[in-house]
């Protein structure tokens, strides 16, 4: 087990689906918790959760990380975690957030770019990226107001502000499809979340829309609560899914690894990729999370080596960064 996760550890990795403020360590944001907010101790999530109460969580990061110089800390310090994991290539996802005479979601963005050049600096083996999140539970006018700064921002600064997520609780709100047709057009890749409760008539809706990626995609096969047409449609459409094991099974929407969804992408040969989600929240790591894979659906070795490899084809990263990325991975020796 131990050998299995310092293998995994080496492995140079692409981490795809990472929300900046679930994934601030325990240890960052009790060192920015000047209003000693009281609930840390609740904050990882260390047992079964229903999916509803992860996001009363994330408001306590929400509390704590509450001007932009915080805003700048955390990101920087998400990235060394990431960094120190050997993750190679990063794509970091927020929800641009606005405290009445602190920050401006504007000044928020920026300073997620800030800690993202810092980091080019400091820690060059690990390129990041940036996607601007829409939460489709906040209405239709701060969904405008983000899409129309990813748009903005992309335009400032097209090396780092390369996407836009479509994430929040995905029982409540809607997935605003032709506000992300604006984006889309703009030249933003979209990234959407994507059944991770049940809801056919929407899963049908976003697939028909063919986001660049797909977020968990967990209530698509029929055994989990989809339909047979919209798990043939998924296939035929070969959009690469952002698969987020711990999350899942921590938040319940599978119940075990043997029914995850993993099961049925794999052997349908589809895209996927292995994400953390948010590591702080559920306790892990991108290392984790592939030992996790190796253990739970038998990959070997140079499989995984395979999952990482594909994942550059997946990402958001110009081609030259992509074959870059490629030769790092290619470069990577291992004892069998
Ligand atoms: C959907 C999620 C999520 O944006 O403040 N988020 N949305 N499903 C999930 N599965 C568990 N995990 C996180 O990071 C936290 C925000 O990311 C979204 C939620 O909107 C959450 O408030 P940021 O950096």
């Not at 060394?80 to 190679?88: L, Q």
């Not at 780092?160 to 609780?169: K, N």
């Not at 702080?280 to 253990?295: A, P, Y």
């Not at 140079?302 to 994942?311: F, G, N, W």
């Amino acid at each position: 087990m131990e050998e299995e996760l310092q293998f995994c550890e080496k492995v140079p990795k692409i981490e795809l689906h990472a929300h900046l403020n679930g994934s601030i360590s325990l240890e960052k944001l009790k060192l920015l918790n000047d209003n000693d907010v009281p609930t840390l101790p609740q904050y990882e999530i260390t047992s079964s959760t229903p999916l509803k109460q992860c996001f009363e969580v994330f408001k306590i990061a929400h509390t704590i990380v509450n001007n932009p110089l915080k805003v700048y800390e955390a990101t920087l310090s998400v990235i060394e975690d990431f960094y120190k994991d050997n993750v190679i290539y990063l794509e970091l996802r927020s929800t641009p957030r606005m405290i009445p005479d602190i920050m401006t979601k504007d000044v928020y963005i920026e300073s997620v770019i800030k800690a993202i050049q810092t980091a080019s600096l400091t820690f060059p083996k690990i390129l990041v990226k940036f996607l601007i999140s829409v939460n489709r539970a906040h209405g239709i006018e701060n969904a405008t107001e983000n899409i129309l700064s990813a748009i903005k921002y992309h335009e400032m600064y097209p090396e780092y502000v390369v996407g836009l997520d479509l994430s929040g609780d995905p029982s409540e709100g809607e997935a605003f499809l032709h506000l992300l047709e604006r984006a889309r057009n703009a030249g933003l890749k979209i990234a959407a979340h994507c059944a991770e409760v049940p809801n056919n008539d929407e899963v049908e809706d976003i697939l028909n829309f063919k986001p660049d990626r797909l977020g968990h995609c967990t209530h698509i096969h029929p055994d989990l609560n989809g339909s047979n047409e919209l798990f043939e449609q998924l296939l035929t459409s070969k959009i690469p899914i952002e698969l987020c094991i711990t999350s899942n099974i921590k938040c319940q929407t599978v119940s075990d690894y043997s029914k995850h969804q993993f099961n049925y992408f794999y052997k349908a040969n589809h895209p996927i990729c292995i994400a953390t989600d948010d590591k702080s929240v559920f306790n892990t790591t991108l290392s984790k999370e592939f030992q996790i894979i190796k253990t739970h659906f038998k990959l070997s070795s140079k499989e995984l080596i395979k999952l990482s490899l594909a994942a550059v084809d997946y990402s958001f990263a110009t081609n030259n960064e992509k074959e870059k990325l490629r030769q790092i991975i290619k470069n990577f020796t291992y004892l069998e």
